[in-house]
């Protein structure tokens, strides 16, 4: 397929990432957020290049760079140095490369986790997401609800969900400091059909994909940002009402 690129807002982009499996889920969910295909450019294996297209025009050139402190700019630095507490780096954090190459702009900081919400493991995300709002950087954090735990012979014990001040803690970090630092939910695939009607109205994977391209647009905030942080108020306050100690807060505190 040919494409024709115009230099007409072309813009360059990076992903930097744990590994190259973390810097393609960014690739695919910019593609995504604008409905757009990924072509292969010929380009070095170790720094691989994209280009995202809709309709033969090309709207980004995206390079993948894994591995944070394999290149010249190191992102943890960066935070670092914008005054985050912890040297925490997310998954992928995307950049955009200013005009004459030799500097970027950070845009998008995000966190994928298909982790059950367990124990502490719902709070492992956090220093990374509190790293990121410090340093005044918009945050996503991309997990599931409603999983299963499962116990001998593979059979389902219950289902585990995150203590309610997780994803408090992200709506009081984006009012703290003024961010976007937002979690964003997804059914589990082994939620039951029950699980799932409790929290529909708490899924926010297409709304997150809006906030992505409005970011990559230059126009944040947007609806969709809102519409994300009332969904994560809504969670908590399913959470917290479904507590069977009263050991937090109940919704409506």
């Not at 290049?49 to 591995?67: N, S, T, W």
């Not at 059979?155 to 001040?165: Q, S």
Request: proline letters at 5%; charged letters at 20%; aromatic letters at 8%.
């Amino acid at each position: 397929m040919d494409l024709v690129k115009t230099n007409s807002g072309l813009l360059c982009l990076r992903i930097h990432g744990d590994n190259i499996i973390e810097c393609e889920r960014g690739l695919h969910l910019i593609a995504d957020s604008f409905s757009a295909d990924v072509q292969h450019v010929v380009s070095s294996p170790y720094m691989p290049r994209y280009e995202v297209f809709v309709d033969g025009m090309i709207l980004f050139d995206v390079e993948l760079l894994p591995g944070y402190e394999r290149w010249e700019i190191n992102i943890q630095d960066v935070f670092l140095s914008n005054g985050a507490p912890l040297r925490e780096a997310p998954d992928i954090v995307i950049t955009k490369i200013l005009e004459g190459g030799n500097s970027e702009e950070i845009l998008l900081a995000v966190e994928f986790s298909s982790a059950l919400p367990a124990g502490n493991n719902a709070w492992q995300r956090n220093g990374r997401a509190l790293a990121c709002a410090v340093a005044g950087v918009s945050y996503l954090y991309f997990t599931e609800v409603g999983g299963v735990e499962l116990g001998e012979n593979r059979r389902v014990k219950a289902p585990r969900f995150p203590n309610p001040i997780v994803p408090f803690s992200y709506l009081t970090a984006s009012e703290a400091y003024q961010v976007l630092c937002l979690p964003v939910y997804a059914p589990s695939l082994s939620s039951s059909e029950s699980i799932c009607a409790q929290f529909s109205q708490v899924i926010g994977v297409e709304d997150a994909k809006q906030v992505v391209r409005c970011i990559l647009e230059g126009i944040l905030p947007c609806e969709s940002q809102e519409i994300l942080f009332r969904k994560a108020t809504a969670l908590v306050s399913i959470l917290a009402d479904s507590r069977k100690r009263r050991d937090t807060f109940r919704g409506d505190e």
